[in-house]
């Protein structure tokens, strides 16, 4: 079943309004939790796709056994794209649907794992980190590329770290998943470390470069937009 999203009521409409919230809500990111340990209870991955033509955006939320890593729970929820496309605020795009397919979940999501960035943002405050603030659960970024930052080499080899800077700042770290392929970007979101962030994307990527939560999630969203555009 999908949920149909209104776009909240007070959502902001402009970039002022939006960094406003940003700068609002970055204080309330917990920093000093460790967070939930790999490999136990549940992990959600959360993706979104968008149909431009028909002003839609879908979102997924799947929920793994984080010991097997097989699905045991997913939603997904379509609205309206709620804000235009401005690099740093795609969180006031994406946030309504996400909420929205976690509040369907049947059981709780522990551990969500987003496919984006947390604190790895240009104002530190990333969609994981904006979704964990909003929710309270303890959320990662997991992105594909280092958006603005950089990073030194990494050794070749599954595991491999280094960390990602804004100046002199560890914001997150580019990790290595798989031997001699690109690396993931992992970034804090809410309430867990980065330490232990990357501890969880090497457990949710025993086959494949991006993790299991991302890529379930990533399918389940394409879906549920083709569902509701027709297509």
Known sequence: ???????????????????AVQDELRGRVVLDEPGPPPGTGHVTGVD?????????VAA?????????LDVVAEAT???RVSFPYVPGLLAFREIPTVRAALDALPCPPGLVVCDGYGLAHPRRFGLASHLGVLTGLP???????????THDDLAASRGSTAALLAGGEEVGR??????????????????????????????????????????????????????????
């Open 1 to 19: 079943m999908t949920t149909t999203v209104r776009i909240p009521a007070g959502w902001p409409a402009t970039e002022e309004e939006a960094r």
């Open 48 to 56: 979104v796709a968008y149909d431009d033509e028909h002003d839609l």
């Open 60 to 68: 997924a939320a799947v929920v793994l056994d984080a010991a097997s």
């Open 77 to 79: 929820a379509v609205g």
């Open 139 to 149: 959320t990662i970024g997991v992105a594909k590329n280092p958006f603005t930052f």
């Open 174 to 231: 580019a990790l290595r998943t798989r031997d001699g392929v690109k690396p993931v970007y992992v970034s804090v979101g809410h309430r867990v470390s980065l330490d232990n962030a990357c501890a969880h994307v090497l457990h949710l990527t025993p086959r494949y470069r991006l993790p299991e939560t991302t890529r379930h999630a990533d399918a389940l969203c394409r879906q549920a937009l083709r569902g509701a555009s027709g297509g």
